[in-house]
């Protein structure tokens, strides 16, 4: 399984990005896709998640701000991030639990490879 995540880049404050993630792989099932941010210095956090049953969860940071949302067919996970602030910037990363074909019942957490958000005039 793999996740390719696209989409950041330099945006002054107040504007808006998209960033996609798709799985590609032996997917039996994804459980939940989300997105996670890091910025040098701190841990990774939780930005949002949603569940195969469109669930969603927002960090209090993001709230009102960004949205999360999916394409099932094609196994993608979107962010849609407005009013964007200097504290936005981070590595962001997206995670997918995901079951298999080679084994269905053992959901597994993956990683994509993060992709950068600075936010600066």
């Known amino acids: 399984v793999q996740l390719q995540a696209s989409g950041g880049g330099l945006v002054q404050p107040g504007g808006s990005l998209t960033l996609s993630c798709a799985a590609s792989g032996s997917i039996f099932s994804i459980n939940a896709m989300g997105w996670y941010r890091q910025a040098p210095g701190n841990p990774r956090d939780m930005v949002a998640v949603?569940?195969?049953?469109?669930?969603?969860n927002y960090a209090d940071s993001v709230k009102g701000r960004v949205t999360i949302s999916t394409n099932n067919t094609k196994n993608t996970v979107y962010l849609q991030m407005n009013s964007l602030r200097p504290e936005d910037t981070a590595v962001y990363y997206c995670?997918?639990?995901?079951?298999?074909?080679?084994?269905?019942?053992?959901?597994?957490?993956?990683w994509g490879q993060g992709t950068q958000v600075t936010v600066s005039s």
């Open positions: 995670n997918a639990r995901i079951a298999t074909t080679q084994a269905k019942y053992a959901i597994l957490s993956y």
């Open positions: 949603i569940t195969s049953g469109r669930s969603t």
